[in-house]
């Protein structure tokens, strides 16, 4: 059974930065697609953020060129870089792999998430 544990959320003031992390038991993070989501209040989780097993990676737009994925293979872990972090970046984040291209669902059991707060 895979498990998936998020970690390093916050209050942090607009323009900040955090780095979430996720630990993953039951699969290996190297083997799968793996993909940071948000569910903000009262709306849908999505995906932000892909990392494929071959190392390529993808964002949403209005993530790019300020959240960053990455992966320690030998912690078995996956991480999100999050700089000039936006009001509108208040969500609760989740880390899964993704069940298609581009997908909002995931392969595995969602964890509890981590919560992400930035005030203006």
């Known amino acids: 059974q895979v498990h998936l544990v998020e970690s390093g959320g916050g209050l942090v003031q607009a323009g900040g930065s955090l780095r979430l992390s996720c630990a993953a038991s039951g699969t290996l993070v190297s083997f799968n697609n793996m993909g940071w989501y948000r569910q903000a209040p009262g709306k849908l989780r999505v995906l932000v953020a892909t990392?494929?097993?071959?190392?390529?990676?993808n964002y949403a737009d209005y993530v790019k060129g300020r959240f960053t994925i990455s992966r320690d293979n030998a912690k078995n872990m996956v991480y999100l870089q999050m700089n000039s972090l936006k009001p509108e970046d208040t969500a609760v984040y989740y880390c899964?792999?993704?069940?298609?291209?581009?997908?909002?669902?995931?392969?595995?059991?969602w964890g509890k998430g981590t919560l992400v707060t930035v005030s203006s």
């Open positions: 899964n792999a993704p069940a298609g291209a581009a997908s909002n669902y995931g392969m595995y059991s």
């Open positions: 990392l494929t097993s071959g190392g390529l990676t």
